[in-house]
């Protein structure tokens, strides 16, 4: 893989990074502490429950 | 009759893993963490069961309590939903009531209104064995006779009862409860004249109009909580009329009515409950003698916690070791594979850097929470929160503080949310703003790093490293006592309230609990390193890396110096340089305010990137070998240390700010919680570094 291909990829990487992070942050901003998914004080198995009950 | 739809799910409140609710979790499905203080049944929880006949039905999970007289807002929201006031949750069209049969008088007050609110009542009469073993025998049939309503003996711990239990829920209809009692004559018309608004102007059924006239009767509605529909204002002057003609009587009609339902109660019992042998202390009651002893309770508090964290280190080394060779070898293999390049560059510093720094911290994290859940299940968390009643009450707050501290070891967030079960608003307010300073699981890999750094290889014994642990979570109780002292004497005056705690019996520890609980948090664990610390490790990958140093055979230290993160790591340095820290703790300074264990990922990407191509050494070891511009070493043992301290009272964590601006409402206490505890942490670590460099280390 030459180093410029390398550079692309990288960049590219960093950039979906980047997308994945902020769209956490604004999930997280909508549904702050433990109504988050990256709570870990509720266990994955209530979360399961509650975006079930979410649903329509 | 329709199949019900809705299950409200109630029972006593208890500072305990409350081992009368696992059975009904296994039915309904709601696993959900059991711990040892009321914290955790504060939020309202839903889950989805199914009947015998395939029909879902949804279980609410309520707050526990011993009354429907609302103390504190977690109780509050128990009533509201019961009574219907709640405008987001629907009034339930069953009550699950399950019961300590052990305690059974005590559990029966809380059973004694909800049967009067008209609803069709199953009573889970659970602890079947610990009645037994405390020499009682409690007639079940004949407290179903007596109450009218399915009663169901369980046994939590063994699984009995709950095929049962769940043919009683499935039920298509249930029989009203036919319990009498006794109103006190002088009361009865305050009671018909309120149950007469409720219907009229509150648009309440008679029966629960009768129930919430009762019970305004005698707590007069203190505590509200917002959510909940407010009375209106002809209840509210029927009942302010009531209050004041008992006053002027100078009757207090209210305890005779809480007098006369106990009396009820107390028949009841008569009839239901046997002694089986007389009753002497209990095996508990010996256990605690010792346990709980004014100096050896403290003795051995010290001594568990000791061992707790001697283990988290002398355990847990091997595996730690292996992980961290493993990471190593992983990163030399990838740099061995690919030809040079920003996208190995990418995956050996970015990624197995940062994420693989986080990850070897695995087997500590595990370790710490099996401990801590065998304290729990065994009951023995409920006495660290009695033993500690006194020294919160000479702060002026109480054990009821302490219990939302505990959790605050494990997570802030689930800590702060467990203020809920705090009656005083006062309390509650000071006990969120100080609950960040226990040293939570988040900070455990930033200490551990800092004492692989400072102490390192096997030479030294893992009793030292230990000590070092336990003194930066003694350090940060301290500063909640500090804290809550001094807010409580400046901000939040007013007398502390006295805390009345069951204790639970103690039991053998539910290995399969713990190990579920243990695998839980190490997952999610793993899956935060897998998802956030990757993420935050490739976007600082890039932040160290880009822009490129216009001299390609620019050392890394200049390149790292050139790039955006080394900039505002830079722009950082005046400020943190007192502190004997330098810009590239500064980048991981501003990236932790994510979560703090970033700032461990951190240092292995800026030190990944820093380091040699072809050199895998350890994080600790890149660390120990960092030097300032002159030459001088960076990661001196003053340094570690007060980067320690800095961890122990900063507010690094995103997260417990949003929960506290949730829970106060207000960004009022959020951004002063910020101010005071990052404040603390530059102040502490000023005088701890440059006193530490004036007596020459």
New interface residues.
Partial sequence: ???T???A???G??AL??I??LR?WLK??HQ???G?E?????????KK??A??RKP | MKLPAHIALTGRKRATPAPERPPVYAITGLRQKVGNYPGVTVEKKIGITWSQHGRPIQIIDLPGAYSLAARSPDEAVLRDVLLGRREDTPQPDRIICVVDAANLERNLYLVHQILDLGRPVIIALNMMDMAAAAGMKVAAPELERALGVPVIPCEAVHGKGLVALKLAMSRIELPLARHRWDVPGPIAPAVAELQASLTDHDARPPLIARAEALLLLTDFDTVRVAGSRPLSSRTHDILNHWRQRWTADAADWSAALIRSRYDAIGLLCRDVVRRTRDLGPSRSDRIDAVLCHSVWGWAIFGVIMGALFFSIFSLAESPMNFIDGQVAAFGGWVKGVMPPGDLRDLLTDGVIGGVGGIVIFLPQILILFFFVGLLESTGYMARAAFIMDRPMSRVGLNGRSFIPLLGSYACAIPGIMATRTIENARDRLVTILVAPLMSCSARLPVYLLMIATLLPGDTVPATTKAGLMLSMYVLGTGGVFFFAWLFKRTLFKGSPQHMIMELPPYQPPRFQEILRHMIERGWLFLKNAGTIILGISIVLWFLTTYPKHPHPDATPTEQIAQSFAGRAGHALEPVIKPLGFDWRIGIGLITSFAAREVFVSSMGVIFGVEGADDDPTPLRDALRAAHWPGGAPLFTPLVCLTLMVFYVFAMQCMSTLAVVQRETNSWRWPLFQLAYMTGTAWLVCLIFYQAGRALGY
Avoid: N, Y
């Fill in positions: 893989m030459s180093a291909l390398q550079t990829v990288a960049l990487i960093v990074a980047a994945l992070l956490s997280k901003r702050p502490g433990c988050s990256s709570c870990s004080a509720v266990s994955p198995e209530i429950i509650q079930k009950l």
